[in-house]
């Protein structure tokens, strides 16, 4: 059921011509996801999605949307006839992500002593993935760089 709620909230993100609705309908895909992480016994990353995507994310992208649209009644225009190809892309992408799911040992269940606590989560970053945490913090301040240099007003 939430698989299904999850897709038709995905679906309506991309298929509306609404930027405001569509950015609503995304705060319900990261709502659905995040039911799905109480579903796989996950709290803390639910709560995570719930904080940061949810209400930090979305709070962000609604400004930005208000912000920038100058008429009221702006529409992304939406190119038919592209679905197909998408199609194509977006499936062969979905086949690549489940055989890398399948081929992964990272499905194994916890060990019993492993919580998924926050304190367990905050030691994989700090000692067994640290070099991916690294190179995430640096993607992230230059991605905030490079929107503060867009950001600002170029004197003429």
Request: hydrophobic share 60%; proline share 4%; net charge negative.
């Amino acid at each position: 059921m939430l698989v299904a709620a999850l897709i038709a909230c995905a679906v309506f993100v991309v298929r509306t011509r609404n930027l405001v609705h569509s950015v609503f309908w995304l705060a319900g895909t990261l709502l659905v996801t995040a039911a799905l992480y109480v579903t796989l016994e996950a709290p803390f990353l639910s709560a995570i999605q719930v904080l940061l995507y949810t209400g930090g994310v979305i709070t962000m992208m609604l400004f930005g949307v208000m912000l920038t649209q100058r008429e009221p009644d702006t529409e992304v225009p939406n190119l038919m006839g592209r679905e197909v190809p998408a199609g194509v892309i977006a499936a062969a992408l979905l086949g690549l992500l489940l055989s890398a799911i399948w081929g992964s040992d990272a499905l194994a269940f916890r060990a019993p002593g492993e919580s998924g606590s926050a304190a367990d989560v905050g030691a994989l970053f700090l000692n067994e993935h640290l070099l991916a945490f690294e190179v995430l913090s640096v993607l992230l301040l230059a991605t905030m760089i490079g929107a503060i240099v867009l950001a600002r007003k170029v004197d003429p």
